[in-house]
């Protein structure tokens, strides 16, 4: 089956309602040198579809790292937890930041689970942080 195209005012929505920033590390466009994707929450090789209501911004590591997983397994409890959805659960309810600002911190199963499953403290996004905290711009309110 082909995936069908996401209908270019779809894709407007979606930018506007994610704030233009990635849903898991919040990363804003701004800030990126790519692209932020349209990220299927249930991906499309698992069911999901191209509605609005499955649909969030990612960046480009964010998506990559997530690829079609739903689940994670959460290192405090070890059970096995559904991955953190931007559309539908608040961030600062699952995760937080260190106190430089560099890292993400689960807060909950969700989060930590998510924080692991998705790298979100991977080399690379730690390095970038720590940057843009010492110009200002990180973490974001």
């Known amino acids: 089956m082909s995936r069908k195209p996401i209908p270019l005012k779809v894709e407007q929505r979606v930018r506007a309602a994610a704030g233009n920033r990635c849903g898991y590390c919040l990363s804003p466009q701004w800030l990126l040198p790519w692209e932020l994707e349209i990220e299927h929450i249930r991906p499309f090789a698992r069911g999901g579809t191209n509605e609005e209501q499955n649909l969030w911004l990612s960046c480009r590591s964010c998506n990559s790292f997530k690829a079609v997983q739903t689940h994670a397994y959460d290192p405090v409890t070890t059970r096995r937890i559904r991955l953190f959805n931007p559309r539908l659960q608040k961030w600062n309810r699952h995760f937080t930041w260190s106190s430089d600002g560099t ?12 924080v692991i499953a998705l790298k979100l403290n991977n080399i690379f996004a730690v390095t970038a942080r720590r940057e843009w905290v010492s110009a200002g711009w990180h973490p974001p309110e």
Do not use: F, S
């Not at 890292?103 to 998510?114: K, N, P, S, V």
């Open 103 to 114: 890292e993400i911190i689960g807060l909950t199963a969700c989060g930590r689970a998510t």
